[in-house]
């Protein structure tokens, strides 16, 4: 096998072998991944979410406590006292499930309740919640958008919306780049029906913040909708954590709002914002809405709370972004290419998957738990580790990620 020149787009299809046989394979790859020491997937947390936790080592099989910089708990609400409160009284009140679809008897109270205060929230005049942030964007895009439609989606949009706009004609613009996106709606003004404009607020791997300003004056002239996909902006960015919108005080421009749940609020599910008369569509229209069991109580109950908190706490906020700022400048200061990060999201951008494997092997032996990237999840050139900060880290975790990062760096001519 020659193992350096394999990524998982070798195993996708094998020409001539059925999908068993095909997963044989990709299994004799992964063994041999795990061989050399570079499989860091599903390490397993006995802790939960947190600024540290505690993991099974998988090659020592030791549980250890691990510096945690792999998660989106931008906030740490998953830990927080009063959303794990709202959740136990909602449980304790409702039972463990809602018990049927939510257009058939499984709409609970506490989630129009959260429907609503994520409306406000994103400033629009109404949500709809799903049970996963990949399931809302999946199940709204599909729902909304036909053969006779297009998506512009930016190059780097989230898997959940390149999978959503399927039975749909799609074109990518590239990453930001407005003079791209405006060839593409040129071409494709007076040809479709609907014309909707996909970016992500804050980008999942690269952690930079979409030109929202520009973006939505080019939708404007073209007479396009815009999708933005708020899942790493929720909780985190604008001055009280509303996101991208907030951010560029452009509350009330956004046409659909996408976010999730699961990151800086600490929970799970997934909504989206919007008008309310384009909310009843989805109700109806959005199979993966209609077919599929609400959120569970406790869900909506810790999430009504967290939302709370979002809005009047902003020193955790201002506290993640102290720990950004100081991460971003000695990261850079050390000569690390962090793209056009700007938010807790720092890719370490390495283009080359080895070296990538090597470095977090190091940091993996000294407990410092990060993610790596690799083709083809990004180009080859652009293969990464993923570092996410919360604001619970102290300044001594940060430098201590540092100086192993500087270590290895270094040894691996990184930097
Ligand atoms: C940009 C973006 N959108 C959507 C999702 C899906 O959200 P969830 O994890 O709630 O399914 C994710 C996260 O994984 C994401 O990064």
């Known amino acids: 096998m020659e193992y350096e020149k394999l990524s998982m787009l070798n195993f996708l299809r094998i020409k001539g072998k059925n999908i068993f046989e095909t997963a044989k394979e990709f299994y004799k790859f992964t063994e041999e991944t795990r061989k050399r020491e570079h499989y860091y997937y599903r390490r397993v947390s006995y802790s939960g ?42 449980l304790e009140k409702y039972g463990t499930g809602a018990g049927s679809v939510p257009l058939l008897g499984g709409t609970l109270d506490i ?26 964007n999946l199940g709204t895009l599909l729902a909304i958008l036909k053969k006779d439609d297009i998506a512009i989606l930016d190059q780097f949009v989230h898997a959940s919306i390149a999978d959503g706009c399927k039975s749909t004609n799609v074109r990518y613009f590239l990453h930001s780049d407005m003079d791209s996106l405006e060839h593409i709606l040129k071409e494709s003004k007076g040809k479709y029906n609907t014309i909707m404009v996909g970016v992500d607020g804050v980008y999942s791997m690269d952690g930079d913040i979409a030109p929202l300003p520009e973006i939505y004056e080019l939708t404007k002239k073209y007479g396009a909708f815009l999708f933005v996909d708020d899942a ?8 009280t954590g509303r996101g991208t919108a907030e951010y560029h005080n452009m509350d009330g421009k956004v046409d659909m709002i996408a976010g999730t749940f699961s990151k800086g609020l600490g929970v799970v599910g997934g909504f989206i914002a ?10 109806f229209y959005s199979r993966a809405y209609m077919f599929s069991t609400a959120m569970t109580p ?8 967290a939302l709370e908190l979002v809005v009047s706490d902003s020193n955790t906020r201002n506290k993640l972004w102290d720990n950004i700022h100081y991460l971003r400048k000695k990261l850079l200061d050390l000569g690390f290419n962090l793209g056009n990060s700007e938010t807790a999201i720092f890719p370490i951008i390495i283009g080359d998957d080895i070296k990538v494997k ?21 180009p080859k050139s652009l293969s990464r580790i993923r570092i996410s900060i919360m604001a619970q880290h102290a300044f ?20």
């Open 396 to 415: 001594e975790d940060l430098d201590t990620l540092v100086f192993h990062l500087e270590k290895i760096g270094k040894e691996t001519g990184v930097i």
């Open 111 to 136: 989630h129009v309740e959260l429907e609503k205060k994520i409306a406000q929230f994103k400033a629009c005049e109404d949500s709809i919640i799903y049970t996963s942030g990949f399931g809302s």
């Open 49 to 90: 979410s947190g600024p540290k936790m505690m993991v099974k080592d998988i090659y020592t099989n030791e549980m250890k406590e691990m510096l945690n910089f792999a998660g989106n708990d931008y906030l740490n609400l998953t830990r927080h006292p009063e959303t794990i409160k709202a959740g136990k009284e909602a």
């Open 298 to 305: 406790q869900a909506a109950g810790s999430l009504i709370k």
């Open 358 to 378: 090597e470095m977090v092997r190091y940091l993996h032996k000294n407990d410092l738990y990060v993610n790596l990237v690799l083709f083809p999840a990004v």
């Open 232 to 239: 790493h902006a929720t909780g985190v960015i604008g001055k």
């Open 274 to 283: 919007s008008t309310k008369e384009m909310i009843e569509y989805l109700h």
